[in-house]
């Protein structure tokens, strides 16, 4: 990144993931555990934070995030 916010979810995301580690389980983990605290933190229930998740999930297959290279994951 450039220093300046990102503009857009897509940059959001891309961010995000540049400070994973470059290990993908370790960066699931990682990212799983975030959620986590993040869905508690916001009062979400456990069927709500999931829900969301999955819908995070097939939303970003569908717009083609999985073609997107992350710093050691090719």
């Given at each position: 990144?450039?220093g ?9 995301v891309t ?5 994973l580690?470059?290990?993908?389980k370790?960066a699931?983990?990682m ?10 933190t916001?009062g ?5 934070t ?8 097939e939303?970003?297959?569908?717009n083609?995030?999985?073609?997107i ?6």
């Amino acid at each position: 990144m450039n220093g300046e916010p990102p503009k857009n979810a897509t940059e959001t995301v891309t961010a995000i993931c540049e400070l994973l580690p470059d290990d993908p389980k370790s960066a699931v983990n990682m990212a799983t555990v975030a959620c986590a605290a993040v869905a508690i933190t916001a009062g979400l229930d456990d069927e709500a934070t999931v829900d969301g998740l999955r819908a995070a999930l097939e939303s970003m297959r569908e717009n083609g995030f999985g073609d997107i290279a992350r710093k050691g994951v090719h």
